[in-house]
């Protein structure tokens, strides 16, 4: 049995960090996240996996820190809250135009502006659909546990690697702060300087070596020709990523006539909602995306004939509800429910909420 | 003795450095740039550490720095190749890591950048190029820019009440503890540009050394940002730079 | 002993900046009536018998096209 240890959700991002062989960790305290570092401070991995943690002077300089760090091929990570989120959007860019891999995790707080410091999920379409400049994607994953906090940190970087983009885990307030019990994984070494190598020599700033080139890592192209055949490049690799890397969860959705749709803290706190629905014998269920780029469009797509009615809950003022209306396209009413600036609804308020429409 | 018999490979004493590839650089004619280029990959020639420098390029118009030097190059966001230098210095001890950086990227929106990675003295080699404007963006003024010059967003010339004063950067880094040598130094002429290699071999054993921080400025010219022939440029900053932006090391330890 | 030197000039990546026509201690150098494929009156050695291959021009050369040789005589 694997040891289960009890801690706040940011802290097993920390832990996670260092189990699964993390080279860099670059980062600006901002709360609801500050643990994270404040945990790989302490830690000091430095003395045992060789894992470098620093302290930066803005966000904008972690980001950047972590770009210079991917050039290299390492796996190198930040963590923030959502004004300093804003602040990396143009690194994010960067790292996306120049294909890199690495990890942002992002514990929402409520904005906009420097709005709370409590949980909300205000940045969904931030981390979905951009937030710096330019057509990019980023792998993004949001976790519902303190498990899920720690699972998806090797999780995120896997993919990262295998595509050569920016992931980010896309926490709340909520997961970051509660303690649960985590078990740990087993460790993973670090690579050595031949592994990175050996995997990235074809790009990474791992040094010339006499049998190539230097290698350049940029995101500009003047030629428009070249920056068009870049952009399609990339277009396919998201289109790719949406094919093979979805990932999503479902609750007594089976036989569903309504259906939550969910993400983060809301998707458990929806699950309460599904079973006192069911108690009363309504047919209700609920779907989590548990990857938010790429979403479960065929996933929920499939649900749809089933359907009478579907709602979107959020801690926001409606931002995944789109993406669902889409899928829907008109053939189900799609509803939001969603509370804001740092309230989380009850269960039972949720299903209330519904109950209107039903 | 015929020029045939001179021209000969043992009699060779000075010739392209393989360190730099064979692109034609992109600068104007005369621009310090494509010297200073020079320099630095003479000297990670001579030092024999191609294979282990990364550069980092800026924005600006040495942004393409990476097409002229075969070495390893990340290309930063604008102001933030020391951020990109501190990651790929902390992950890659045993690598020469520099950044190459303009006036505007630097000492503008890289402010931060600099002062932090030269205060925590990250092992690295910045390479500053001042010739007090924006060259890449079409001649605007930059932190440096002198009182009075004339460029595209200063056309009465630079006026402190409007404009502010110029930022002498490289005197407030060498106040920083982190920063072990800092010196300015120029190319036009070939004692100056003797001068500026050895410095700028000096900064490139300092980061082996992990002593900290070396800052090389280069005062240099952007002749067509100032509307002078190449020359007449050199002689213009001779007699308008040095005196606001005096040549020497400010630090070496 | 004198020294004997002579420059080769790569006319075609010479951007005729006249840098190192300015920093030739012997008057060697001068930019060509010429111009290369790109326009530029590039640099050749007008008095090559006044050249004593001291690196100079080579030196402040920007775009690194000059070659320098010498030879004892």
Same mark, same amino acid.
Request: charged share 20%.
């Given at each position: 049995?694997?040891?289960?240890? @009890? #801690?706040?959700?940011?802290?097993?991002?920390?832990?996670?960090?260092?189990?699964?062989?993390?080279?860099?960790?670059?980062?600006?305290?901002?709360?609801?996240?500050?643990?994270?570092?404040?945990?790989?401070?302490?830690?000091?991995?430095?003395?045992?996996? *060789?894992? %470098?943690?620093?302290?930066?002077?803005?966000?904008?300089?972690?980001?950047?820190?972590?770009?210079?760090? /991917?050039?290299?091929?390492?796996?190198?990570?930040?963590?923030?809250?959502?004004?300093?989120?804003? @602040?990396?959007?143009?690194?994010?860019?960067?790292?996306?135009?120049?294909?890199?891999?690495?990890?942002?995790?992002?514990?929402?707080? *409520?904005?906009?502006?420097?709005?709370?410091?409590?949980?909300?999920?205000?940045?969904?379409?931030?981390?979905?659909?951009? *937030?710096?400049?330019?057509?990019?994607?980023?792998?993004?994953?949001?976790?519902?546990?303190?498990?899920?906090?720690?699972?998806?940190?090797?999780?995120?970087?896997?993919?990262?690697?295998?595509?050569?983009?920016?992931?980010?885990?896309?926490?709340?307030?909520?997961? +970051?702060?509660?303690?649960?019990?985590?078990?740990?994984?087993?460790?993973?070494?670090?690579?050595?300087?031949?592994?990175?190598? /050996?995997?990235?020599?074809?790009?990474?700033? %791992?040094?010339?070596?006499?049998?190539? *080139?230097?290698?350049?890592?940029?995101?500009?192209?003047?030629?428009?020709?070249?920056?068009?055949?870049?952009?399609?490049?990339?277009? /396919?690799?998201?289109?790719?990523?949406?094919?093979?890397?979805?990932?999503?969860?479902?609750?007594?959705?089976?036989?569903?006539?309504? @259906?939550?749709?969910?993400?983060?803290?809301?998707?458990?706190?929806?699950?309460?909602?599904?079973?006192?629905?069911?108690?009363? +014998?309504?047919?209700?269920?609920?779907?989590?995306?548990?990857? @938010?780029?790429?979403?479960?469009?065929?996933?929920?797509?499939?649900? %749809?004939?089933?359907?009478?009615?579907?709602?979107?809950?959020?801690?926001?003022?409606?931002?995944? %509800?789109?993406?669902?209306?889409?899928?829907?396209?008109?053939?189900?009413?799609?509803?939001?429910?969603?509370?804001?600036?740092?309230? #989380?609804?009850?269960?039972?308020?949720?299903?209330?909420?519904?109950?209107?429409? #039903? | 003795?015929?020029?045939?018999?001179?021209?000969?490979?043992?009699?060779?004493?000075?010739?392209?450095?393989?360190?730099?590839?064979?692109?034609?650089?992109? &600068?104007?004619?005369?621009?310090?740039?494509?010297?200073?280029?020079?320099?630095?990959?003479?000297?990670?020639?001579?030092?024999?550490?191609?294979?282990?420098?990364?550069?980092?390029?800026?924005?600006?118009?040495?942004?393409?720095?990476?097409?002229?030097?075969?070495?390893?190059?990340?290309?930063?966001?604008?102001?933030?190749?020391?951020?990109?230098?501190?990651?790929?210095?902390?992950?890659?001890?045993?690598?020469?890591?520099?950044?190459?950086?303009?006036?505007?990227?630097?000492?503008?929106?890289?402010?931060?950048?600099?002062?932090?990675?030269?205060?925590?003295?990250?092992?690295?080699?910045?390479?500053?190029?001042?010739?007090?404007?924006?060259?890449?963006?079409?001649?605007?003024?930059?932190?440096?820019?002198?009182?009075?010059?004339?460029?595209?967003?200063?056309? &009465?010339?630079?006026?402190?009440?409007?404009?502010?004063?110029?930022?002498? =950067?490289?005197?407030?880094?060498?106040?920083?503890?982190?920063?072990?040598?800092?010196?300015?130094?120029?190319?036009?002429?070939?004692?100056?540009?003797?001068?500026?290699?050895?410095?700028?071999?000096?900064?490139?054993?300092?980061?082996?050394?992990?002593?900290?921080?070396?800052?090389?400025? =280069?005062?240099?010219?952007?002749?067509?940002?100032?509307?002078?022939?190449?020359?007449?440029?050199?002689?213009?900053?001779?007699?308008?730079?040095?005196?606001?932006?005096?040549?020497?090391?400010?630090?070496?330890? | 002993?004198?020294?004997?030197?002579?420059?080769?000039?790569?006319?075609?990546?010479?951007?005729?900046?006249?840098?190192?026509?300015?920093?030739?201690?012997?008057?060697?150098?001068?930019?060509?009536?010429?111009?290369?494929?790109?326009?530029?009156?590039?640099?050749?050695?007008?008095?090559?018998?006044?050249?004593?291959?001291?690196?100079?021009?080579?030196?402040?050369?920007?775009?690194?096209?000059?070659?320098?040789?010498?030879?004892?005589?």
């Amino acid at each position: 049995m694997a040891e289960k240890i @009890l #801690i706040k959700g940011n802290e097993a991002i920390a832990i996670a960090a260092i189990h699964c062989g993390c080279d860099g960790y670059f980062g600006y305290p901002i709360t609801p996240q500050s643990e994270v570092m404040e945990t790989l401070m302490k830690e000091k991995p430095w003395e045992t996996t *060789g894992m %470098v943690v620093l302290q930066a002077e803005s966000e904008t300089s972690s980001i950047n820190m972590v770009y210079g760090g /991917a050039c290299c091929g390492k796996k190198v990570m930040t963590s923030s809250s959502s004004p300093g989120v804003s @602040l990396m959007a143009e690194g994010l860019s960067y790292l996306a135009g120049a294909e890199l891999p690495c990890l942002v995790v992002n514990v929402m707080r *409520g904005g906009p502006g420097l709005g709370t410091i409590q949980p909300s999920q205000g940045d969904y379409f931030q981390a979905t659909k951009g *937030g710096g400049h330019g057509d990019y994607r980023m792998y993004v994953l949001a976790p519902a546990s303190g498990q899920d906090m720690y699972d998806f940190v090797d999780k995120a970087f896997e993919v990262a690697f295998k595509y050569r983009i920016p992931a980010m885990i896309l926490a709340d307030g909520v997961i +970051g702060q509660m303690m649960e019990k985590v078990e740990f994984r087993p460790m993973k070494p670090r690579r050595t300087e031949e592994e990175v190598k /050996a995997q990235c020599d074809a790009w990474a700033t %791992v040094g010339k070596g006499a049998h190539r *080139g230097g290698n350049t890592i940029t995101s500009l192209a003047l030629d428009p020709e070249v920056q068009e055949r870049h952009n399609i490049h990339l277009q /396919a690799k998201y289109k790719e990523m949406e094919e093979n890397e979805v990932l999503y969860e479902t609750y007594r959705a089976e036989d569903a006539e309504h @259906l939550i749709v969910a993400f983060g803290c809301m998707s458990r706190i929806c699950q309460n909602t599904v079973d006192e629905a069911r108690e009363r +014998g309504i047919k209700m269920g609920l779907i989590r995306p548990i990857t @938010l780029f790429p979403f479960p469009k065929k996933e929920i797509d499939a649900f %749809v004939p089933q359907l009478k009615t579907m709602m979107s809950v959020e801690l926001n003022a409606g931002q995944m %509800v789109e993406d669902i209306r889409q899928i829907a396209n008109g053939r189900v009413p799609v509803y939001f429910y969603g509370r804001q600036g740092g309230i #989380i609804p009850s269960p039972e308020e949720v299903l209330e909420a519904y109950l209107k429409h #039903i | 003795m015929d020029i045939k018999d001179i021209i000969k490979p043992e009699n060779k004493v000075y010739g392209r450095t393989p360190v730099l590839k064979e692109n034609v650089m992109h &600068y104007c004619p005369g621009c310090s740039h494509g010297t200073v280029h020079k320099l630095v990959a003479e000297v990670i020639e001579e030092m024999g550490i191609q294979d282990k420098t990364i550069g980092i390029s800026p924005v600006g118009c040495s942004v393409f720095a990476y097409n002229y030097l075969d070495i390893d190059w990340q290309q930063a966001a604008h102001g933030r190749a020391p951020a990109l230098a501190t990651a790929t210095k902390r992950l890659n001890p045993d690598k020469y890591v520099f950044t190459y950086q303009g006036d505007g990227d630097l000492a503008s929106i890289g402010c931060a950048e600099i002062m932090h990675a030269c205060s925590r003295g990250e092992n690295i080699v910045v390479i500053f190029i001042n010739n007090a404007i924006y060259g890449m963006t079409g001649g605007q003024m930059a932190p440096t820019t002198l009182l009075g010059m004339v460029t595209a967003t200063t056309p &009465y010339g630079r006026d402190p009440k409007l404009n502010g004063f110029p930022l002498k =950067i490289t005197e407030l880094i060498a106040q920083l503890e982190g920063t072990c040598y800092v010196t300015r130094q120029s190319v036009q002429n070939p004692a100056s540009a003797r001068k500026a290699k050895k410095a700028i071999r000096k900064a490139f054993e300092n980061s082996a050394m992990g002593k900290g921080t070396s800052f090389v400025e =280069i005062v240099g010219t952007c002749n067509s940002g100032w509307k002078m022939t190449p020359v007449k440029a050199n002689k213009w900053m001779e007699e308008n730079m040095f005196p606001f932006y005096p040549l020497g090391d400010m630090k070496d330890r | 002993m004198a020294l004997k030197g002579a420059i080769v000039v790569d006319n075609e990546r010479c951007k005729g900046c006249g840098v190192c026509v300015a920093n030739c201690p012997t008057n060697t150098i001068a930019l060509a009536q010429e111009v290369n494929g790109k326009g530029y009156n590039y640099a050749y050695m007008a008095n090559p018998d006044s050249c004593t291959g001291c690196t100079n021009c080579a030196t402040v050369c920007p775009d690194a096209v000059i070659t320098v040789y010498r030879v004892k005589i």
